[in-house]
């Protein structure tokens, strides 16, 4: 069965630090990978990997994937409060299948 | 920059009662996909819709249809509701198949 796991599943750090997190797939068929951001409301696109070892960034955060590895890592750099959330990993098989399949996300708390 | 639209953003039912959610994709979308989160889960593919036609499916009731109309909006009915139906369901667009999802707010649902 196709899985996503991601972690650590909290993190708590204070505002300026970097943090890493993680996710790995376990999938038959892989497509694409993608992060989302969820605050207390819908989830917000981050990212979408389809390329091993292509950086996409967009200001503090940065995505990679490595497909040898079956993973990807989100960082975020100079942390604000404004980063807590959860932060979801998915992945989409491709193919005739259009749903996403999230890992269970990491919350991250920056505190001040 | 338009996003996904949901109606209603808050619904309370009774058991047995039925419910329908509607969803307006970003303009230009063509493909709609549902999904339901619950209290601290991840959120679980229900149903997706491509030009129209039904282009996947999930773990979906059979007590729930949905369809996606001729201007892309998509309504999921719910019927004969259950107290473990209680959850946020976000609905999310992309465009020409499966891709970038882009959430909506969602629509808490509550049944009692």
């Known amino acids: 069965e196709d899985k996503v796991v991601q972690s650590p599943l909290s993190l708590v750090v204070h505002e300026g630090d970097t943090v890493t997190l993680n996710c790995s797939y376990e999938?038959?068929?892989?497509?694409?990978l993608l992060w989302y951001k969820q605050e207390k409301k819908a989830p917000t696109f981050l990212f979408m990997l389809?390329?091993?070892?292509i950086e996409k960034k967009s200001g503090r955060l940065s995505s990679i994937l490595d497909k040898k590895e079956l993973s990807s890592i989100l960082n975020i750099t100079a942390t604000q409060t404004g980063d807590s959330a959860i932060y979801l990993c998915?992945?989409?098989?491709?193919?005739?299948?259009?749903?996403?399949?999230f890992g269970k996300g990491t919350l991250l708390t920056v505190n001040p | 920059a338009a996003g996904v639209i949901q109606s209603p953003r808050h619904l309370i039912k009774e058991k047995r009662e039925t419910a329908t959610l509607k969803c307006y994709p970003i303009?230009?979308?063509?493909?709609v996909y549902w999904y339901q989160q619950g209290p601290g889960q991840d959120p679980q593919f229900l149903i997706s819709?491509?030009?129209?036609?039904?282009?996947d499916k999930g773990s979906i009731p059979d007590r729930f249809s949905a369809q996606q109309f001729s201007d892309y909006h998509s309504e999921l009915n719910m019927s004969s509701l259950e107290l473990g139906d209680s959850a946020l369901y976000f609905c999310?667009?992309?465009?020409?198949?499966?891709?970038?999802?882009?959430f909506g707010p969602g629509t808490r649902l509550t049944v009692t």
């Open positions: 999310a667009s992309s465009l020409a198949g499966p891709g970038e999802q882009y």
């Open positions: 999938v038959t068929n892989f497509r694409s």
């Open positions: 389809t390329s091993s070892g």
């Open positions: 998915a992945f989409h098989s491709g193919g005739s299948n259009y749903k996403l399949t």
């Open positions: 303009p230009r979308h063509d493909t």
């Open positions: 819709f491509y030009e129209k036609m039904q282009s």
